[in-house]
């Protein structure tokens, strides 16, 4: 397995482009299953101070990884909620966003919360995502 950091300080991608990227080279975006994943993919982004995007999407109030891996490892930051309000919907809120959302898209933090991850309602830009790329043998 392969991963690879895409992008610049310069020039970003919205949550859509990044994943529109990774289908155009056979990949996804990174599903991060333990904490050394994410601890690699991490140290990955140092010297950057910038945030990424990762395979991780919230729609219709259900988590879940873009690329089928299940939820093992949650590691949102504390300024991000998210409350079940049944079953396995849940709403979401950032501290940087009024009020509350069943649909957001995930960054890795590596500029305030090294290593957690940021629940990102809009369609904002981020310089930099994440692709993991399965090698057949």
Not at 1 to 27: D, H, P, W
Not at 33 to 58: C, H, K, P, R
Request: charged letters at 20%.
């Amino acid at each position: 397995m392969c991963y690879k950091l895409y992008g610049t300080n310069n020039n970003g991608v919205t949550f859509s482009e990044a994943i529109q990227r990774c289908k155009n080279e056979k990949a996804n975006l990174v599903s991060l299953t333990d904490m050394y994943e994410n601890g690699f993919v991490t140290s990955m982004l140092q010297n950057l101070n910038s945030n990424a995007w990762i395979g991780m999407d919230m729609t219709d109030g259900r988590v879940r990884w873009l690329d089928g891996e299940p939820l093992k490892l949650i590691r949102f930051g504390p300024d991000n909620r998210v409350i079940r309000i049944g079953g396995d919907r849940h709403i979401f809120q950032n501290v940087g966003e009024p009020g509350f959302s069943n649909e957001a898209c995930v960054a890795l933090d590596a500029t305030n919360m090294v290593g957690y991850w940021n629940i990102i309602f809009n369609k904002t830009s981020k310089s930099h995502f994440f692709q993991k790329i399965f090698e057949m043998n």
